[in-house]
């Protein structure tokens, strides 16, 4: 039995595949979104979003629980970025860390500093979380602060299908249920009435041929 085998290995070892999902996760909430392929979007969503519920829960428990799953990241303002890199790493480690040693939790200047990093897990707790949770007050949901956009390209090498994973707006309503009878719904309802014990609605392929055969006129599905 397939039991505590949930999800995707990604021909990767566990070491691994943990770390790629923090790294995506990290730049899902420093940039808003990101483009990967599909398999790795659907993989890195369900860990996004158990890390917004704990940074909407905002209490110091939920924020140790979600830096032992994240880690932590520098960001560095764009603005900045060729300053930084110009930098010495005596230079570079006064704008990562505080006097005390700490890393810089919100991107304060202080004397003899153009600019300070910033951290991704202060940003998630500081304004991706207060954000989500005016948002399910205002909708009155829960979940849902991801979305994946599949893109018609494919990628250069292996031609895998490629998504972006993005973070929803305040203002955007969760999806409404689609009541519009597609191919696809029609083929799940024949194939629950033949589960349920009821009589199949339309006649199978095999019969259809075998009425065009015998000179039969098929009936209509």
């Known amino acids: 039995m397939r039991h505590r085998v949930r999800g995707r290995k990604l021909a990767r070892t566990n070491k691994h595949r943990l770390a790629l999902r923090r790294n995506l996760a990290q730049s899902l909430f420093e940039h808003g979104e990101l483009r990967t392929t ?10 996004a979003e158990k890390l917004i519920t704990l940074a909407i829960n905002g209490s110091l428990a939920a924020r140790q629980r979600a830096e032992a799953l994240l880690r932590d990241r520098s960001i560095i303002p764009a603005e900045h970025r060729e300053d930084y890199d110009r930098m010495s790493d005596a230079k570079r480690d006064k704008v990562l860390r505080s006097r005390s040693g700490r890393r810089h939790r919100a ?77 696809r719904k029609r083929r799940a309802r024949v194939k629950y009435t033949v589960y349920a014990g009821k009589p199949r609605p339309h006649r199978g392929r095999r019969a259809t041929r075998t009425a065009k055969a015998e000179g039969e006129a098929p009936k209509a599905e």
Do not use: C, W
Request: net charge positive.
């Open 38 to 47: 599909v398999i790795k979007a659907k993989e890195v969503r369900a860990f």
């Open 107 to 183: 991107n304060k200047t202080r004397p003899g500093l153009k600019f300070s990093a910033e951290s991704v897990l202060h940003k998630l707790f500081a304004e991706i979380g207060p954000r989500m949770k005016q948002r399910n007050e205002k909708l009155g949901s829960r979940g849902g602060y991801t979305r994946i956009i599949k893109l018609s390209e494919r990628r250069l090498g292996d031609a895998g299908p490629l998504a972006i994973l993005q973070l929803v707006g305040p203002d955007d309503n969760a999806r409404t249920k689609s009541t519009a009878r597609t191919e």
